[in-house]
T-cell receptor, first 113, second 114 residues
Framework: KNQVEQSPQSLIILEGKNCTLQ??????????LRWYKQDTGRGPVSLTI?????NTKSNGRYTATLDADTKQSSLHITASQLSDSASYIC????????????FGGGTRLMVKP | DADVTQTPRNRITKTGKRIMLECSQT?????MYWYRQDPGLGLQLIYY???????NKGEISDGYSVSRQAQAKFSLSLESAIPNQTALYFC?????????????FGPGTRLTVL
């Protein structure tokens, strides 16, 4: 069964600190992996996308890594800000005709002043 | 994302009532999706459509139906709502011409079934 598991489920950090979120997947056949940010009461918004051949991708203070051999990904947030408080969702796309998505349960991050 | 809108944003209803959730998009995308999100769980696909009149079941379609009469609109119906359908519902769109199938999500509809 295709699955995406994220850890931790929730995390509290102080403003200015760094943090790393983890994602393990068993999705096959793999096409790409994406990290979404979901603010409370809003729909998810894409942060980064990585294909099989990419092992790192940055978007400002967000850096995602991908190890396709171990089927693991991480999202590193540098110098956290209060606005980083949100849920972060790891999403893996199948390389089928519809590129269907499998979603992780998300990590709820709270950044405190 | 202002380009994908959902109505209503919040709805409280009673068991057995028929409910319709609407989704509209101005992105010109051909593909549209309906998901539900429960606390602590990943988004689950209910139905999806790759074109007008094209309807496909997702992983949790029981108790739901959809209609795609126009490219820009995709509606989700609960024929007889039950309490375990209380959840956050998201509509999403994507462009089949883009190989990585980035999906753009609406703001969500919070549905409560009493």
């Amino acid at each position: 069964k295709n699955q995406v598991e994220q850890s931790p489920q929730s995390l509290i950090i102080l403003e200015g600190k760094n943090c790393t979120l983890q994602c393990n997947y068993t999705v096959s056949p793999f096409s790409n992996l994406r990290w979404y940010k979901q603010d409370t009461g809003r729909g998810p918004v894409s942060l980064t996308i990585m294909t099989f051949s990419e092992n790192t991708k940055s978007n400002g203070r967000y850096t995602a890594t991908l190890d396709a051999d171990t089927k693991q990904s991480s999202l590193h947030i540098t110098a956290s800000q209060l606005s980083d408080s949100a849920s972060y969702i790891c999403v893996v796309s199948l390389s089928d005709a519809g590129n269907m998505l499998t979603f992780g349960g998300g990590t709820r991050l709270m950044v405190k002043p | 994302d202002a380009d994908v809108t959902q109505t209503p944003r919040n709805r409280i209803t009673k068991t057995g009532k028929r409910i319709m959730l609407e989704c509209s998009q101005t992105k010109g995308h051909d593909r549209m999706y309906w998901y539900r999100q429960d606390p602590g769980l990943g988004l689950q696909l209910i139905y999806y459509s790759f074109d007008v009149k094209d309807i496909n079941k997702g992983e949790i379609s029981d108790g739901y139906s959809v209609s795609r009469q126009a490219q820009a609109k995709f509606s989700l119906s609960l024929e007889s709502a039950i309490p375990n359908q209380t959840a956050l519902y998201f509509c999403a769109t994507s462009d089949s011409g883009y190989s990585y199938n980035e999906q753009f999500f609406g703001p969500g509809t919070r549905l409560t079934v009493l």
